[in-house]
């Protein structure tokens, strides 16, 4: 057992609550009235053109995947250092992934490198903002209109952050949100897929609802439904929407502890660098929302040591993603790529712990094992 584990889901306290009124009015399955006050207040709230609540992070992309009409021959470049959920959406339909390697400070894709990897068969980049930290969307929506790409914004860990000014998940032509339990605002697996396009948001509302048109006849719209395109069941029970309503209702003040904290964490560290450790930089136009502290070492070796350390008094630390070029199943389909600085990431970056009721004393506990020799 940790004395300091690296996550501790968030709980309001009101989620019961919550949920209890969703039993007493009896609508337990997708779209009933939780879910949509929960979508207008993110579409007011954030100032997402479209939006709809889905299971996972991972539904919202593979909707997104469709709506970009990839299939066999297409390619889609994708940051190798991500889950993989960000290659799979598309990698599903029949999409050949083309990774980018990190910047050299920062793990979110270097946008410099990107034009070389677009070819005559590029159809789409996904961006994903590594720490809710946002990429450079200037330049990378400059190329996707000089080329003609759809762009699609992974930002799972994004909720509550912002690239000057604007809302992640909502610059692109879709994006993808996560309430995964690890994430600063949850429902224990839950997502939402972000649509800019009022005529693609027309077809995103039939696909995630298994293909048919029932959206249409439940607004009186049509005198019945059918099968009109095609679909899956993308939609979350009541039950999981009303434990994240009271979590988005918090997520300003979750947001301005846990970046009190990350701040924390920053300056008394500020001596790592000694060791050959280096602390976060931060993108300019990045308003993040705290949601990873982490550091990154000269190499694996020094990393493991560290984790060691950390955990012999009691502190989870851990790293975190496999660069996906290196990964099993891509390097038994494709030739192997050199991404330096992806998988120096791999080999070196560490997370710390990082949540919403860590203690200050906890954290110049954290800090002063990794400064301690």
């Not at 598309?90 to 400070?105: K, L």
């Not at 990393?303 to 070029?325: D, N």
Request: hydrophobic share 35%.
């Amino acid at each position: 057992m940790y004395h300091i584990p690296l996550n501790k889901p968030l709980i309001t306290g009101r989620e019961e609550h919550s949920i209890g009124e969703v039993i007493r009015q009896g609508y337990y399955s997708g779209d009933g009235p939780v879910t949509a006050g929960l979508q207008e207040y993110l579409h007011k709230r954030y100032e997402f053109p479209f939006v709809w609540l889905t299971p996972s992070c991972t539904q919202a992309l593979e909707i997104a995947a469709i709506l970009s009409e990839v299939g066999a021959g297409d390619e889609v470049i994708i940051p190798s250092y991500t889950f993989v959920s960000s290659a799979n959406a598309f990698v599903m339909r029949g999409a050949t992934p083309v990774f980018a390697d990190s910047r050299s400070d920062h793990p979110n894709m270097d946008a410099d490198e990107l034009e070389a990897l677009i070819t005559p068969r590029t159809r789409a980049i996904v961006v994903v903002h590594y720490a809710a930290m946002g990429c450079d969307m200037e330049r990378i929506l400059e190329l996707a209109h000089k080329h003609r790409l759809v762009v699609i914004e992974d930002a799972a860990q994004g909720v509550h952050a912002y690239y000057k000014g604007k809302a992640l998940g909502s610059i692109g032509h879709y994006g993808a949100l996560s309430f995964h339990e690890t994430k600063n605002v949850h429902c224990g697996e839950g997502g939402a897929l972000i649509v800019r396009d009022k005529d693609i948001a027309k077809r995103a509302e039939i696909i995630r609802e298994k293909g048919t048109n029932r959206s249409a006849f439940l607004r009186g719209e049509v005198d019945k439904y059918s099968w009109v395109d095609i679909g899956s069941s993308y939609l979350p029970s009541e039950l999981t929407v009303a434990f994240l309503q009271p979590q988005l209702e918090v997520a300003e003040a979750v947001t301005r502890q846990r970046k009190a904290l990350w701040e924390r964490y920053h300056q008394q560290l500020e001596g790592v660098e000694r060791k050959g450790i280096r602390r976060p930089v931060v993108p300019d136009g990045a308003e993040h929302n705290g949601h990873i502290y982490y550091l990154t070492c000269e190499d694996g070796q020094q990393r493991s040591a560290l984790i060691e350390k950390l955990c012999t008094h009691g502190i989870q630390a851990a790293f975190h993603y496999q660069a996906l070029h290196d990964s099993p199943y891509y390097r038994n389909h494709h030739k192997r790529q050199s991404l330096p600085n992806a998988e120096h990431f791999t080999e070196a970056l560490i997370r710390l712990p990082l949540y919403y009721d860590l203690t200050e004393e906890e954290i110049d506990r954290v800090c002063d094992v990794v400064l301690s020799n």
